[in-house]
């Protein structure tokens, strides 16, 4: 079965400091993942996509990291800010039948 | 800026009416959208998948009489949610996908009150 399990369910950490989100998955055959961060009350905006050929893709102070053999990817925040604060979605896209599977995110909350 | 432009962005109504949310891609073909839902705290939730041209394809649970969904051209869904009820009241927010697959945008949302 399909599946992205994303981890921890929420994060509390200090301005300033950097984080890490992790994203395991099951889905097969596997086209590309994505990073997502969602503000409340608004729509889930990219961050990075990665396909099986990438390990590392940067955006500012996102880096995303991906391991296609242990099925693994993780997105490390550099020098959070207040304005981190939100959900964090990874999102795995499937070859075979086009399905696109969310993960259920992760809350980051930035405290000052 | 914006490549999916969802509209309203909060809509409020009374019950037994019907809400119609719209969802553009703004600079590409989008061969297929997607609509969910999300309640306060929660993950997104798929609704229903369409390609442009042809009927929705609803998931498991969500009614396609009481969700109707519109993908009549490249750049266009729509989603009307007929005769609300409070229970309809969510954030519901729509994605497009490219014929490449690789562009996959989100609109940013439509908060329904069902009053």
């Known amino acids: 079965k399909n599946q992205v399990e994303q981890s921890p369910q929420s994060l509390i950490i200090l301005e300033g400091k950097n984080c890490t989100l992790q994203?395991?998955?099951?889905?097969?055959?596997?086209?590309?993942l994505r990073w997502y961060k969602q503000d409340t009350g608004r729509g889930p905006v990219s961050l990075t996509i990665?396909?099986?050929?990438?390990n590392t893709k940067s955006n500012g102070r996102y880096t995303a990291t991906l391991d296609a053999d242990t099925k693994q990817s993780s997105l490390h925040i550099t020098a959070s800010q207040l304005s981190d604060s939100a959900s964090y979605i990874c999102v795995v896209s499937a070859n075979r039948d086009d399905k696109i599977i969310f993960g259920k995110g992760t809350r980051l909350h930035i405290l000052p | 800026g914006a490549v999916v432009s969802q509209h309203p962005s909060r809509v409020i109504c009374k019950s037994g009416t019907s809400v119609k949310i719209e969802c553009r891609s703004l600079d590409f073909q989008a061969t297929t959208m997607f609509w969910y839902r999300q309640f306060p705290k929660q993950s997104l939730m798929l609704m229903a998948t369409?390609?442009?041209?042809?009927?929705?394809?609803?998931e498991q649970g969500v009614e396609k009489d009481k969700f109707l969904i519109n993908h009549a051209s490249l750049t266009l869904s729509t989603l009307t949610v007929t005769s609300a009820h409070p229970e309809d009241s969510s954030f519901y927010i729509c994605s497009a996908r490219g014929a490449g697959k690789e562009k996959l945008f989100f609109g940013s949302g439509t908060q329904l009150s069902v009053l």
């Open positions: 994203c395991n998955y099951t889905v097969s055959p596997f086209s590309n």
């Open positions: 990665m396909t099986f050929s990438e």
């Open positions: 369409s390609n442009e041209g042809s009927k929705a394809t609803y």
